[in-house]
């Protein structure tokens, strides 16, 4: 049995084709004591392209999240009505950028719909997302440290139970353009980010998808997990982040005994954004 599966994606997000059904069929099938649907909604561009007065930067730029929120709502009511007398199906979102729009944040997280928000940084402001840069032509310190830096800023806020994959950049920098990073100048940038989520009574995701690309660690790797255990970090989920029905589950038992190795002796879900706490 694996624990959870806490980051997931349907059709309703842009970069996934999968139906929600086959999602819940996969669940099951991994007797998944929680699973939740966490589809993208990004509030750099929530609302339609005409409110921006801007075009296209490229085929993935997509606008008018507000309508993938009702249909993401829709949705995982539906589900959860289904679903919850066979498994604890959570009612999610990842939600990107919430710099863009903190109030507009923080009311989404207070709909009663909602059970559990990721908040993720998936571009930088005037910049495309990490996974469409150039890093021939970039300068990667810079990117890390404003992208830790507006991190740091968003923990510090009531819009959100666990922040997602932290270290992010690294699935591109790292894995994809196989540029040698090194972390620890960031450390005390990542340090008073965990200390403002722990603090808040917030947590942070344990994101398994870097096990199945080039990357092939966790985002965070065991380091900076142990670094935000040692902190007093207790509250984390684990999550694949897939995108379709065989990435389900993905490296979750893998994820489940890094925890362990690194302090860990529980994980949680959210219900209600209350965490509930399962023993490893």
Not at 10 to 36: F, G, V
Not at 113 to 138: G, M, T, W
């Amino acid at each position: 049995m694996l624990l959870m599966d806490c980051h997931t994606h349907t059709k309703i997000s842009p970069d996934s084709d999968a139906e929600l059904s086959a999602m819940c069929r996969k669940a099951q099938e991994l007797d998944l004591q929680a699973y939740a649907v966490t589809d993208h909604i990004e509030l750099c561009r929530y609302y339609p392209q005409g409110y921006y007065q801007t075009e296209p930067r490229n085929e993935e730029d997509f606008f008018d999240y507000a309508s993938r929120w009702e249909q993401s709502m829709h949705q995982n009511q539906l589900a959860k009505s289904l679903l919850n007398d066979k498994i604890n199906f959570i009612s999610g979102i990842e939600l990107g950028e919430p710099n863009a729009d903190f109030g507009l944040a923080e009311s989404l997280y207070r709909d009663k719909r909602l059970d559990f928000v990721i908040a993720s940084l998936h571009e930088l402001p005037d910049k495309l997302d990490f996974y469409f840069l150039d890093y021939q032509q970039e300068d990667t310190d810079v990117l890390l440290e404003e992208y830790f830096s507006i991190l740091l800023e968003i923990s510090r806020k009531d819009c959100f139970d666990v922040l997602g994959h932290v270290t992010y950049p690294l699935r591109y920098i790292a894995g994809d353009a196989g540029i040698a990073i090194n972390i620890s100048k960031y450390r005390e940038m990542l340090a008073e980010c965990f200390k403002s989520v722990i603090a808040n009574h917030k947590g942070i995701e344990l994101n398994t998808s870097g096990y199945r690309q080039k990357y092939g660690k966790p985002f965070p790797d065991a380091d900076l997990l142990k670094l935000y255990r040692d902190l007093g970090g207790t509250i984390l989920t684990l999550g694949s982040d897939a995108h379709k029905p065989e990435d389900l589950g993905g490296g979750i038992a893998q994820g489940t005994e890094l925890a362990k190795s690194c302090g860990f002796d529980k994980v949680c879900y959210f219900l209600r954004h209350e965490p509930y706490f399962i023993n490893l």
